[in-house]
């Protein structure tokens, strides 16, 4: 069986569907209650989802760690929680915050990003000549170089980065 996963809000509320062995921690599901999203929550329910509290000494490494790097005002006490879980079971954690990506990475956890992924998958469609790679609004022979221009995706470079 691959590593298991551990959801932290984002993921049921962008709805992303993940599979395999997945946990998410009581205190999420609150939050989501609170939102309203509950439908991608049914959906993975049906596949297998288990809610389980974390242990309360990986709680409190957790927070030790946080108080250190800075970030502890700013985590939930739904991240403190799937960060515990993740610790607990040494799963991944699937995350988009960053203070809870930070804090996950000074105690080893890996994380996946689910925002992050997406962005990098926007491609944007331009007709780009093979030959001198000049752009243009149509498919087309170029008129500087005589080349094909052909249907090319573009990578938008500059939404990488963290917010
Ligand atoms: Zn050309």
């Known amino acids: 069986m691959s590593r298991p996963y551990v959801l932290d809000s984002s993921v049921f509320i962008y709805g992303v569907k993940v599979s395999g062995d997945v946990y998410t921690v009581p205190k999420v599901i609150q939050e989501l209650r609170s939102v309203g999203a509950d439908v991608t929550l049914q959906a993975l329910l049906n596949e297998g989802l288990k809610i389980e509290s974390p242990l309360e000494k990986d709680v409190n490494a957790v927070m030790e760690k946080a108080k250190s790097t800075g970030d502890y005002p700013r985590l939930s006490p739904a991240d403190i929680d799937v960060l515990a879980k993740a610790l607990q079971i040494g799963g991944t954690l699937v995350t988009d915050d960053y203070s ?64």
Do not use: F
């Not at 997406?118 to 331009?126: E, H, Q, Y």
């Not at 080349?147 to 990488?160: F, M, T």
């Open 100 to 163: 809870v990506q930070n804090v996950a990475a000074r105690l080893g956890i890996e994380t996946k990003a689910i925002r992050q992924e997406r962005i990098k998958r926007v491609l944007t469609w331009r007709h780009r000549c093979v030959g001198c790679g000049r752009i243009y609004k149509t498919e087309t022979t170029c008129p500087v170089c005589g080349s094909e221009v052909r249907l090319k995706p573009i990578k938008k470079g500059a939404h990488d980065s963290q917010e």
